[in-house]
């Protein structure tokens, strides 16, 4: 007996060209939340920041290109791979979080809306396409799926372009020693309703934790004394988002699991939010734990953070991408494969959903 399934049908990506490396950050002056300079060198900070995160590079949009210009690249891609007419489309969904950041201001500007820009660069010309935005922290792109899942699920939808862009360097502070996580990027994939038991999203699962864990990231002040008080800065409470997130991620990855009726061994391939290597290998080790499983497979967790940095809503569709075209080393994945996504980001919020590819 067939059913209608979610299925991705086309993939694709924006990665920018210019790269920065971890050598660029070694004459920065770095300065703590108490606006006083951090008497560690700034090239002990460097190489231990490489040592948690993993990341030797990241890479930056150059202007004049914006978020939604990124992410109209990936769209056409996607678009290209699923062979679809753009005018079927019904929905645009566009997940991000600071729109389109104006040059010299660090001003965001979302109007019109990203997903708006989108469609009118497509040139589709069907009122009943439509394009909005949503705004759920680095977890964004995995809701948006989601959501157009729910609509194709619920028969208001058949087509759906779903896209993660974003151009963190440009809300960074150059003074926190945080910036060297962020980088930019766009992904985008189409979801088609599709008649098969073949393929297509199993399970979903999705968590808000909004008490004191809603401003673990949130805007602010530079750390560089006598900054300018009106001009604020994207700010993380780095060890507290680690805290959260590996007490909260794998138990709602395991959530998603059961709600599938699948075991943590059926899954060939999990693609997590690129925010931290350690702390995505604690996320997949302490999931294998919940059943009871101590040694985690080699392969199964693909990663582009090393020379790719976080680039928020982002990361998982290029990972994702990179992988379906073959072009990351030791990742594939095959017809029939179970794969898990998950994210964790600004909410805070968590989700995930099994996909049979």
Request: charged content about 20%; hydrophobic content about 40%.
């Amino acid at each position: 007996m067939s059913l209608i399934r979610t299925v991705i049908t086309g993939t694709g990506s924006y990665i920018p060209p210019h790269i920065k490396t971890n050598k660029d950050f070694t004459l920065s002056v770095f300065y703590g939340e108490d606006h006083k300079p951090l008497l560690t060198p700034a090239e002990e900070i460097v190489e231990k920041f490489k040592d948690i995160t993993g990341i030797e590079e990241r890479r930056y949009a150059d202007y004049p290109l914006n978020s939604s210009d990124m992410a109209l690249v990936a769209a056409k891609k996607a678009i290209d791979d699923s062979g679809i007419d753009p005018e079927t489309i019904d929905q645009i969904i566009f997940a991000h979080n600071f729109g389109n950041v104006v040059k010299d201001s660090i001003q965001t500007d979302v109007l019109p809306a990203l997903a708006s820009r989108v469609k009118h660069g497509l040139a589709i010309k069907n009122p009943s396409c439509v394009a909005y935005d949503i705004l759920f922290g680095c977890p964004g792109w995995i809701q948006g799926v989601i959501q157009a899942h729910a609509y194709i699920t619920a028969g208001i939808a058949k087509k759906c372009l779903v896209i993660g862009s974003e151009t963190l360097s440009r809300v960074i502070d150059v003074h926190d020693r945080d910036c060297m996580i962020f980088s930019d990027g766009a992904g985008a994939c189409i979801v088609e309703a599709m008649d098969t038991t073949n393929s297509g999203i199993i399970s979903t699962s999705v968590q808000s934790h909004c008490m004191d864990e809603a401003f673990y990231l949130q805007m602010g002040q530079s750390n560089l004394p006598d900054a300018d008080p009106n001009v604020r800065y994207m700010k993380m409470k780095g060890r507290k988002v680690y805290e959260y997130a590996i007490k909260h991620v794998p138990a709602a990855m395991k959530d998603c699991l059961d709600k599938a009726g699948l075991h943590v061994t059926d899954v060939k391939k999990f693609f997590l939010h690129q925010a931290n290597e350690k702390m995505d290998e604690g996320f997949v080790k302490a999931l294998y734990r919940l059943y009871g499983i101590r040694e985690v497979p080699h392969h199964i967790m693909p990663m582009s953070i090393h020379k790719l940095g976080n680039s928020s809503v982002a990361t998982i569709p290029t990972l994702y991408d990179l992988v379906k075209r073959n072009l990351l080393d030791d990742h594939s994945i095959a017809s029939g494969d179970i794969v898990m996504f998950a994210s964790v980001g600004a909410g805070m919020n968590i989700n995930a959903f099994c996909y049979r590819v």
